[in-house]
């Protein structure tokens, strides 16, 4: 049986309405209707970028394309629109994020392909760092030649060029597969017989990028710490000449294996105020507290007290060694001073110090130690360089 004309135009009539109601907001609309984006500050555990001086590993989002739209009529169907994003130099891509403003009929798609990188590559961080090591082999030989301990130069150059090495390559190789270079497109139908509705697709792209860095960039940051360095030898051992307090050997010891020492003051030595100028070049006493066993009042006899209180003669429980003759100017700190003890004679060598005696008697002016390799010869004929706290009669 046959439908009502009535009621089929009623229909029809209805399905029309409901197709002339969806219609396209205005560009203000969607300007009004977006949803705030941000930038991701620590994402992931990273730091926001500075763009204009970014650190390597730091991120940024940024809004990589920017309403993306098309609409089909009748006289365009079915359009389609695309857009590419490729990151600033030295940024690779982290995350996508596709921001719809507005859809009827319309489909997107959002991929990263693998073209336009533009970051550092690993191979060309080890070639940056090899020409950095080149220099630095250089400045290092100066630096020897003008006498600044080895330690001094590894602990604050070379230990900074390995980590910056070590940084650069590690990001370099996680992010050498990375696809970089985003690719949006989107469509829309034209919907005829009985709609004749326009259909659109109006999209944006946010990016969450993350510096690796450029090679420049690597380049540039191996170059600081070099010429960081050059200064370093430009500059080192000028130091204001001043007086520092240094002992001799007064005694020694023997056992059926080991031979011991008591080092202390001589009668020009000033505990207060130094009494040789560091322009001066002696050797340094450098000392391994390790707890060794006391051996014996048969061997180094008793201590016994000063009219101040002051124990002396004590055992210090460890041993002691002297490094070859040193510019006292070239001694700045006691981490440098204690550098190049561990550097001569291993772990646990430090340069010794006024109070290096018995550490549970208020010890000082001299100790007893086991002289290391028995090897009293460094000593003869000599005083030398050692430290005191709470005076200013150190080299520094």
């Not at 650190?55 to 009529?73: K, N, Y």
């Not at 100066?142 to 910056?164: E, H, M």
């Not at 597969?177 to 697709?201: K, L, M, Q």
């Not at 999209?203 to 990028?209: G, K, Y």
Request: with cysteine; glycine share 8%; charged share 10%.
């Amino acid at each position: 049986m046959k439908k009502p004309v009535l009621w089929t135009l009623g229909i029809l009539s209805s399905i029309l309405a409901s197709c002339s109601s969806t219609q396209m907001p205005s560009a203000a609309q969607v300007e009004q209707d977006k949803p705030a984006v941000e930038a991701v500050v620590g994402a992931q555990g990273f730091t926001e970028c500075n763009m204009t001086a970014p650190v390597v590993g730091c991120t940024i989002t940024v809004r990589a394309i920017d309403h993306l739209a098309v609409t089909a009529t009748s006289g365009n169907r079915n359009p389609t629109g695309a857009a590419n994003y490729n990151p600033p130099a030295g940024y690779a891509i982290l995350s996508t994020n596709t921001l719809v403003w507005s859809s009827n009929s319309g489909s997107r798609s959002v991929s990263t392909l693998a073209a336009g990188s533009t970051f550092v590559s690993n191979l060309q961080v080890q070639n940056s760092y090899n020409l950095a090591m080149n220099v630095y082999r250089d400045l290092e030989a100066k630096a020897v030649i003008k006498g600044i301990p080895l330690f001094d130069i590894t602990s604050k150059f070379k230990a900074g060029l390995d980590q910056k090495y070590s940084s650069f390559s590690n990001i370099a190789q996680s992010y050498a597969a990375s696809h970089n270079t985003i690719n949006a497109t989107v469509s829309a139908s034209y919907r005829g017989f009985p709609c004749y509705c326009r259909g659109w697709e109006d999209i944006s792209v946010d990016a969450t990028l993350i510096y690796v860095g450029t090679q420049q960039h690597v380049t540039d940051q191996f170059q600081q710490i070099l010429d960081a360095l050059q200064q370093y030898i430009n500059n080192y051992g000028t130091a204001p000449v001043k007086k520092a307090m240094t002992w001799k050997l007064l005694q020694t010891a023997q056992s059926s294996t080991q031979t011991y020492g008591l080092v202390g003051i001589h009668a020009a030595s000033d505990a207060y105020n130094g009494d040789t100028l560091t322009s001066g070049t002696l050797p340094m006493l450098c000392i391994n507290k390790s707890n060794l066993p006391n051996p014996g009042t048969a061997v180094i006899g008793t201590h016994y007290t000063t009219p101040g209180g002051a124990y002396r003669k004590t055992w210090s429980g460890g041993t002691i060694a002297l490094t070859a003759p040193i510019k006292g100017q070239l001694l700045t700190s006691r981490a440098v001073a204690d550098g190049i003890c561990a550097q001569n004679f291993g772990a646990g060598y430090r340069m010794a110090e006024f109070h290096d005696g018995d550490s549970t008697l208020w010890a000082g002016w001299d100790f007893w130690a086991a002289i290391r390799g028995n090897n009293l010869t460094p000593f003869q004929n000599t005083t030398f360089w050692m430290a005191i706290n709470g005076t200013s009669a150190n080299p520094w």
